[in-house]
């Protein structure tokens, strides 16, 4: 999406209207690996692994019981484009949260992760985290490697997993 403008792109809290959009957006414009932990499925998409990243963002975000932590649709131009999250390491008053975002394939490389990450950063400053934002991924994604360490975050490269800190 060459050329989105700030106004383009808003985070939305996840909502089971917003995780129906996602999951479609999941399915039709990325890889299971990419949106969701142990989806090794070679194959792509099944029905299965659907309901699982269903399941996976109930369980995590929506419900009250088991939520831990806040979730939002990333929406490109009126569009689900992909997740954003914060989850508190140590605790809902925590110091230190974890950031995740991923983003539909076609809308990659257009500057938009970068204005995801400002929008965490700042989410995570108002919640009261002050030490550091934590982000985890692999040596060969090199784009989240570069929109880590364009947030101003120190990487720590351990075997295949780099992980970014960054003091708020």
Do not use: C, K, Y
């Not at 990419?34 to 499925?41: C, I, N, R, S, W």
């Not at 965490?120 to 880590?148: H, K, W």
């Amino acid at each position: 999406m060459p050329g989105a403008g700030e106004s383009d792109i808003v985070l939305i809290p996840l909502d089971e209207p917003g995780l129906a959009r996602l999951a479609d957006t999941a399915v039709a414009d990325a890889l299971p690996l990419e949106v969701m932990p142990a989806a090794d499925d070679p194959q792509g998409w099944t029905e299965e692994l659907r309901e699982a990243f269903l399941a996976f963002h109930r369980r995590r975000s929506l419900d009250p019981e088991t939520a831990i932590e806040s979730t939002w649709v990333i929406e490109v131009a009126g569009h689900a484009a992909g997740a954003a999250r914060l989850r508190p390491v140590s605790g809902a008053s925590a110091v230190e949260v974890e950031a995740g975002v991923w983003l539909a394939r076609s809308i990659r490389g257009h500057g938009i992760g970068r204005r995801v990450a400002e929008a965490l950063l700042e989410s995570a400053r108002d919640g009261g985290a002050v030490r550091f934002i934590v982000a985890t991924t692999t040596v060969d994604n090199a784009a989240a490697r570069r929109l880590i360490s364009g947030t101003g975050a120190d990487l720590d490269v351990r075997g295949a997993s780099v992980d970014g800190r960054l003091e708020l």
